[in-house]
Structure formats: C-alpha cells, structure tokens
C-alpha cells in the first residue's frame, strides 16, 4: 500500500471530492522506522487526509484552493512527536510506569500489561496479590494461565492484553465484529440546517492570508473530551489549522504530564465535573455554542451523562459529534479499556514485529502508529463532516477506534527486512521541531507535518496547564 493508494481510500470512503487528491504530493519512501509495517504510508496517508480536508474547507469558504505537500519523515516525526519532545532542552516527566510491559504467563504465553495510571497499576497488583515492584510481578504473572489472566484483569475493568497471533485474533468474536466495519464512519444523525462556522476577524500575522478566513477553521468551535493520544491529537490537528480548542478535563481524572504538553499545543484547558448536575449544566452551555464535540471515553460513558451522541445533536443541532474507542462499537469488547499498545499486543501486531526481528520477546511498532493515526482519522471526519453540514446542513457522528486502524494497516503488506532500518534519533529531526514558551518552560516539540501552500498549520497558543482557563469559549 503506498501513501497515494491509502489516502484515496480514505478520500472516497468519505465521499470526499475526487478531482482535490490532485492537490497532494508526497516525498519519502519506506522504510522510515523500523518495521515491518507501512508505517510512513499510514503516517503520510492519515496526515494529508487531514491537511487536504482543512485545505478543502478553505476552498468552501474563499473559493480558493491550495496544494498539500506531506514528507513522509516529517510525518514519522509527528507519529513520534511525544518521543521528540524536550522541555528546557532536557526529557520531560517519566512517561511509563515501570511496571508496564511484556510479562511470560506460566503456560508459556505473553501478557502486556498497561499500568501508566496509578489506580490501574493498583488494581493489577491487587489482582495478583504481589507488591509494587518489576519482579514482583513477573513471579506472580508466572503462577496464572494466560487466557485466565487477560478475562480476570478485563473483568475487573483494568488495562492488559494476552499476545496473540494475527490467526489466534481473528478468531475472537470482538476480531470478527469489526471484520467488516469500515475504517471510519461519517453518520447523519439529526436535521439542521446547512451552516458554516462564522469566522474570525481578526488576522494573524502568521497566515500568508489577510483574508477574514484567514485560517481553514477559523471560527470553529471544539470541544475536546479525552486525555493521552488518539483523542487529543485529534483536537491537536484541529487546532493546528485554526479551531478554537476547549479541552475539558475532569478534576478527578489522571493524566500523563509529558502528554497534556506534546497534544496541548494549540489548546485551552478547562475543568469541569460531570458527577454533579453544575458540570454537566456547563457542558450543556458550551455544547450549545460548539461545532465539533470530540470525545474519547468509553461507548456508553458519555451517555450515561446525558451526552450521547443523540443527546448532543438534539441539544445543538448541527453539531458534529466525533467518537474515537479502543476496540470498536460493536462486539463483546466494544467497553473494554484499551490503549494502542495493547491493541497491537492483542490483534498479532506484536507477535509479526517480534517474529520479524527474532525477539526473544514481543515486540511493538517502534512508534504509537494507531493512536496517532486514529487521531488524524478523527481529525479529517470532524472536517469532512463540517463540509458536509455547510453543503447539506445536519447533525453528524464521526466513529473512529484504534482495532479498526490497526486492522487497516495489517492490510497494508509488509516490508520483509523492514525491521532492519536504523532508529530516526532526535538529532535527525532537529528541523522538524519548533520551540515556544509556555507555563511548563521552554517547550521544543514536533511542528505539524502538513505543508499547505497558502495556510500553513501552526499552533497559536502554547500547552497550558490542566484548569488553566475557564470553561468559556472566547
């Protein structure tokens, strides 16, 4: 699969117009990291998707187009932008727990276990009965049957993956589930009338346009209701080429620092609680104002707030609702609690990695490809579907998961001596990397990959601290 073959499915999954793949032009080839998957095709692919659409939106507003240009390092840099990141020249926090990782059952299978929140990592050590520490919990992994492990430790509502076989995944009900789904889904869900995000009229000095639109999404409007990648590298993208950005964050909920850095560029941070009838009363206040409500929580969390994406859609008529998920929206895993490593742990992602490269162990894609490519999926469905509210007006429901991306990029072929690349060190990115300064110090992070010839994506306001601002659109 190339990167042109990937984006056209894209662009015609979604009924987007054909004659604008013209406008895209991609450089590189692979293998960019090391693996055996396409990922520079999926990077480059789910990338200019999202440029082109932001591009295409421009041209709705103004009547001009404009060509996007995605290179394929560049875009692997973006895939990996939480690795690149550096704050006052140094690392930023600890982004794993030391606990996470592979662990041998004492059948003779793998595990992966997901413990970077501490009331994840407490509820695993609880279930096997051992103290905090590496070996510890290899001793007590090594007393449980595999398949045992992995229901008990998902029954319990915590985060692991038995490593399966690409054949041993789709035999599993949740693999057949997905089997036939699309990679994403763009649903009518209500009427409303046809509507275009009013814009800004202030012009940024940044933009090559003095255009009142002088940005593809100026005046758009999006909630961001998710933590860690998939979900806020959506609301990332989407500010990046000009939405106003509200992430919305619960005051109980845990976060990864490193992360509420590298995805909040370009975004305002607010708190609010949606136990209690206030929080969800500000919420409704904001939705009400919203074009995009972007969450990342279970199916079936929100709803039972009151926020389902029925819920949303009678509330604002023409929102665009957009949901990303682990495993899907249907089948007996569609509520299990999953993060992109333990979907390639679980759909034999791993195990071609590890058996590619002889291993002793599993073995992961040497970046968080699914997230990030789930993330940039969510990003161009938001997009398209503002397009098609604009022409056709309606409420519409953007349906994103991790297991449908990484079945997609299993289907891609592989690169039989892929795995042999040389890592891409931070030095080889410098250029990709742009520096600002924030509440957290001097922040050097990954810039967007996207190249769009008259409005170039770029990040107007720097990471804020979680509840830095208030729950109030500008």
């Known amino acids: 699969m190339t990167p042109e073959l990937a984006l056209d499915h894209i662009w015609t999954l979604a009924n987007c117009e054909p004659a604008a793949l013209r406008s895209v032009h991609f450089t590189g080839s692979e293998p960019g990291l090391s693996s055996v998957f396409r990922v520079g095709a999926l990077a480059c692919a789910t990338i200019a998707a999202t440029g082109l659409a932001a591009a295409e939106y421009h041209r709705l507003r103004t009547g001009r187009g404009q060509r996007v240009t995605v290179e394929m390092r560049r875009a692997l840099a973006s895939f990996r932008s939480e690795r690149y990141l550096r704050i006052d020249d140094g690392p930023p926090p600890a982004l794993r727990d030391p606990v996470m990782g592979f662990y041998e059952t004492g059948d003779g299978r793998w595990i992966q276990l997901h413990t970077n ?88 000095p940044r933009s090559r346009s003095d255009n009142v639109t002088n940005r593809p999404l100026s005046g758009v409007r999006v909630l961001d209701l998710s933590r860690i990648i998939a979900g806020p590298v959506a609301g990332r993208a989407l500010a990046q080429h000009g939405a106003q950005v509200l992430m919305i964050n619960g005051p109980h909920l845990p976060n990864i620092a490193p992360l509420v850095i590298d995805n909040g560029r370009g975004k305002r941070s607010a708190v609010v609680d949606l136990r209690d009838a206030a929080g969800r009363e500000t919420l409704r206040g904001l939705t009400r104002d919203a074009d995009v409500f972007l969450q990342a929580y279970r199916p079936g969390a929100l ?84 397009a098609r509210r604009a022409t056709e007006g309606g409420s519409w429901h953007v349906k994103v998961s991790l297991a449908q991306t990484g079945q997609w990029l299993q289907s891609f072929g592989k690169i039989t001596e892929g795995w042999r690349a040389p890592d891409i060190t931070l030095e080889d990115v410098r250029d990709c990397l742009d520096t600002t300064q924030s509440e957290f110090g001097r922040v050097q992070a990954v810039q967007p990959a996207e190249q769009l010839e008259e409005t170039p994506a770029f990040f107007a306001l720097p990471p804020s601290p979680i509840g830095a601002h208030e729950a109030k659109w500008l």
């Open 303 to 386: 709803a039972a707030r009151g926020f389902s994406a029925e819920d949303v859609a009678r509330l604002r008529p023409g929102i665009v609702y957009v949901s990303v998920c682990a495993y899907g929206y249907e089948g007996p895993w569609a509520s299990r609690r999953g993060f992109d490593s333990l979907v390639q742990s679980a759909s034999g992602i791993a195990v071609d990695e590890q058996h590619a490269a002889g291993s002793p162990e599993p073995k992961h894609l040497p970046c968080q490809a699914l997230d990030h490519a789930t993330g940039y999926l969510a990003a161009f469905g938001a997009m398209a579907a503002l």
């Open 117 to 204: 929140f501490a009331h994840h990592l407490h509820g695993v050590l609880k279930v096997l009965g051992c103290e905090n520490d590496r070996a510890a919990v290899a001793a007590a992994i090594r007393g449980w049957d595999g398949a045992t492990l992995d229901q008990t430790l998902a029954d319990a509502g915590l985060c692991a993956a038995l490593i399966r076989t690409p054949d041993e995944w789709a035999a599993l009900d949740q693999a057949k589930a997905i089997a036939g789904l699309p990679l994403f889904e763009i649903e009518r869900i209500g009427d409303a009338p046809p509507e275009t995000a009013k814009p800004t009229r202030r012009p940024d």
